[in-house]
């Protein structure tokens, strides 16, 4: 029984001193390897992320610029049929303000620009401004070409809708 109760003082003391001596020496030991290898690692993603993103700017710019070059094609076309939108705030010295209404060389246009619903004009489509642009376009097809300028002036300096303006250069092209 000696000899069980020898052993177990041994098996004890290795337990309560000599394994969380060994314990806090390995995990310092283990710290300063692994602060190392993490710093290591960090850096080499680092690397690689500036690596890359250098690769996209110098790869991806001219790219860029090929497509706005191309939407700038698409574009400058249209600025060439359509009307330059001018300022309200410019007074025109032929116009003049009666209340609410404005008169430009005797024909009425309507104080805030709303063209389309002024009967006066004689707006190509009847209730412009309460359609959607697929209905506006499902009747382009059907108008002159004085028309159709007219639309797209009044289009360009209201809400500027992309399809109906696309629509009408198309039309205008043929």
């Known amino acids: 029984m000696a000899n069980d109760d020898f052993f ?5 003391k290795k337990l309560t001193i000599y394994f969380p001596l060994g314990a806090l020496k390995l995990a310092s030991d283990f710290r300063k390897r692994a602060i190392e290898v993490g710093k290591a690692e960090f850096e080499n993603q680092l690397n690689t992320s500036k690596a890359m993103g250098e690769l996209a700017v ?4 001219p790219q860029v610029k090929a497509e706005v070059e191309k939407y ?18 410019t007074p025109n010295p032929e116009e003049k303000q009666i209340g609410q209404r404005r008169f430009l060389n005797g024909s009425e246009t309507a104080l805030d620009g709303n063209l389309a619903q002024h009967s006066n004009l004689d707006f190509p ?25 007219t639309i797209a002036s009044y289009e360009m300096s209201h809400r500027q809708r992309r399809t109906i303006l696309s629509k009408i250069a198309q039309l205008q092209g043929s």
């Not at 177990?8 to 004890?12: A, D, I, P, Q």
């Open 8 to 12: 177990l003082v041994k098996e004890l």
């Open 58 to 61: 110098n790869y991806g710019l």
């Open 72 to 89: 700038l094609g698409l574009i400058n076309p249209l600025k060439a049929i359509l009307p330059k939108k001018t300022s309200q705030t």
């Open 125 to 149: 489509i009847p209730d412009y401004d309460s359609l959607a642009a697929s209905q506006v376009i499902n009747r382009l097809e059907s108008l002159s070409k004085d028309e159709l300028e």
